[in-house]
């Protein structure tokens, strides 16, 4: 079993910085790959980064790369998302999840365990 905690959310103006973390305990070492979505008000919880937790190989959605960068600590079993140029239209609630078995990293459907979560607010 895993266990996740999201940390390093908070209030933001447009265009700052913010740096998500998300601190893995259990049996982390069948952990295939981590991932970050995030959820608005009234609108579906939607992919927004993922790391293979071996590799190191890392996937984003169109609208955050150049921004968004996701990275791992492997002796903290940490996975970190550093936001920068944040927009309005970031605003959301931020999930960290993992997944446990070979998967597609982008697909909500892959993960098995997952965070309270974050609430990131970006004003304009």
């Known amino acids: 079993q895993v266990q996740l905690v999201e940390s390093g959310g908070g209030l933001v103006q447009a265009g700052g910085s913010l740096r998500l973390s998300c601190a893995a305990s259990?049996?982390?070492?069948?952990?295939?790959?981590m991932g970050w979505f995030r959820q608005a008000p009234g609108k579906e919880r939607e992919f927004v980064a993922a790391?293979?937790?071996?590799?190191?190989?890392?996937y984003y959605v169109d609208f955050v790369k150049g921004r968004f960068t996701i990275s791992r600590d492997n002796a903290k079993r940490t996975v970190y998302l550093q936001m920068n140029s944040l927009k309005p239209e970031d605003t959301a609630v931020y999930y960290c999840?993992?997944?446990?078995?070979?998967?597609?990293?982008?697909?909500?459907?892959?993960?098995?365990?997952w965070g309270q979560g974050t609430q990131v607010t970006v004003s304009s």
């Open positions: 999840a993992a997944a446990r078995s070979l998967g597609v990293l982008l697909s909500i459907k892959t993960y098995d365990y």
């Open positions: 259990g049996r982390t070492s069948s952990t295939y790959g």
């Open positions: 790391i293979n937790w071996s590799a190191g190989n890392s």
